[in-house]
């Protein structure tokens, strides 16, 4: 069977505060936005945003630790899977459909007072398992202080202008 790869890479603002819930079995999910932009000329030669909103999904460890740091307005890197799953309506009988990230690895970059508590902070998790950032079962610190963003980080600054909320 050839290889197909389902892999989900986003760096952008959170929408509102995260929805935290437990599980009947005492683990956490959280439920929130993110907002990523694209700028591109139109044809008259003016630049023009676009945003586009993401429903995202994280379990446990990596659950607890959005509840703990990521609110409205957190900058975040997330990596994660696609999944669309499907009910039906109890009041209508129709089939309802919602596509959402599956959270796999996330990283705090907004520093504190930028609307995140934590800035650096960045773990790892697996659907439905335990933590496995780079591959030891350890999670890490970003070691960067708040003003020393990397390249990529810098070059994909999004200003206020940026944020639509």
Same mark, same amino acid.
């Given at each position: 069977?050839?290889?197909?790869?389902?892999? /989900?890479? #986003?760096?952008?603002? /959170?929408?509102?505060?995260?929805?935290?819930?437990?599980?009947?079995?005492?683990?956490?999910?959280?439920?929130?936005? #993110?907002?990523?932009?694209?700028?591109?000329?139109?044809?008259?030669?003016? $630049?023009?945003?676009?945003?586009? $909103?993401?429903? #995202? /999904?994280?379990?446990?460890?990596?659950?607890?630790?959005?509840?703990?740091?990521?609110?409205?307005?957190? =900058? #975040?890197? /997330?990596?994660?899977?696609?999944?669309?799953?499907? $009910?039906?309506?109890? &009041? &209508?009988?129709? =089939?309802? +459909?919602?596509?959402?990230?599956?959270?796999?690895?996330?990283?705090?970059?907004?520093?504190?007072?930028?609307?995140?508590?934590?800035?650096? +902070?960045?773990?790892?998790?697996?659907?439905?398992?335990?933590?496995? +950032?780079?591959?030891?079962?350890?999670?890490?610190?970003?070691?960067?202080?708040?003003?020393?963003?990397?390249?990529?980080?810098?070059?994909?600054?999004?200003?206020?202008?940026?944020?639509?909320?």
């Amino acid at each position: 069977m050839a290889k197909t790869v389902n892999k /989900v890479i #986003l760096l952008g603002n /959170v929408g509102k505060d995260p929805e935290i819930r437990a599980t009947a079995g005492g683990s956490f999910v959280a439920s929130f936005s #993110l907002a990523t932009t694209d700028r591109s000329k139109d044809q008259s030669g003016n $630049w023009t945003d676009r945003t586009e $909103w993401h429903n #995202l /999904v994280a379990f446990q460890r990596t659950a607890e630790i959005i509840r703990d740091y990521v609110k409205k307005g957190s =900058k #975040l890197y /997330v990596e994660g899977k696609i999944q669309t799953r499907s $009910w039906d309506d109890k &009041t &209508t009988g129709e =089939k309802k +459909y919602r596509t959402e990230i599956i959270v796999n690895d996330i990283a705090l970059l907004s520093g504190r007072g930028e609307g995140g508590e934590g800035g650096g +902070y960045s773990s790892g998790s697996s659907y439905g398992g335990s933590s496995n +950032y780079n591959r030891g079962g350890a999670s890490s610190y970003d070691q960067r202080g708040p003003g020393g963003a990397d390249d990529l980080v810098s070059s994909t600054e999004i200003t206020d202008d940026d944020i639509p909320f």
